[in-house]
């Protein structure tokens, strides 16, 4: 393998005569040029493909919906229990004697039912704790800062707010991956 001579390559300058260069001494920062741009910094990179984050996005998008029903079904409930001491009941016997299909009853006054004010407690704590992975998901993908992670999991806390959140996530993910058609990476 032969190696070209470095003075032959387009790069490579004349030699410098070292009495011609300024003392160092006498060089000020004015003297300097300008640095060169930080790399990265000039254009927006997103850390997945464009399928990841479509497909992060309609994980995110199911996961806000189902949470937010989640949400108000929990509301309501919390409402029968603790205004109307009443909790939501499927089968079993009540009190009294008779069975029971689907009703609200106080807590203690249905026996062999199922409490399903019990089991929507259960299924939002744990559909809320999916829909976390998916804010997860969806933001790590995107390259956001912290305090959308935190405005996208306030979403599924307070009532109505994950329907808001979501639709504003959804456009600031498309307009942006719009916006910066070659900001996503290839594999």
């Known amino acids: 393998m032969s190696h070209p001579d470095p003075q ?12 011609s260069l300024p003392d160092p001494e006498d060089i000020t920062e004015a003297d300097l040029p300008e640095p060169p741009p930080r790399p990265g910094r000039e254009s927006r990179r997103f850390a997945g493909t464009q399928q990841q984050i479509r497909s992060a996005t309609r994980f995110y998008v199911v996961c806000a919906w189902i949470t937010g029903v989640m949400l108000l079904l929990l509301v309501a409930e919390m ?25 609200l009853h106080p807590e203690d006054s249905v026996t062999g039912g199922v409490n399903l004010s019990l089991l929507i407690l259960i299924a939002h704590g744990w559909m809320y ?39 504003r996530m959804t456009r600031v993910v ?10 996503a990476r290839r594999y």
């Not at 032959?8 to 009495?19: G, K, L, Q």
């Not at 109307?84 to 016997?93: K, P, V, Y």
Request: with cysteine.
């Open 129 to 167: 704790v999916v829909y976390l992975l998916a804010c997860f998901r969806l933001w790590s993908l995107m390259r956001w800062e912290p305090v959308r992670l935190l405005a996208m999991a306030g979403g599924g806390v307070v009532p109505f707010l994950s329907f808001i959140v979501e639709k």
């Open 8 to 19: 032959s390559r387009p790069d490579a300058h004349a030699a410098v005569d070292p009495t």
């Open 79 to 103: 409402v029968f229990k603790y205004g109307l001491h009443q909790e939501l009941f499927a089968g079993g016997t009540t009190v009294d004697g008779e069975p029971n299909v689907l009703g």
């Open 174 to 183: 498309r307009d942006e991956v719009h916006r910066y058609p070659s900001a």
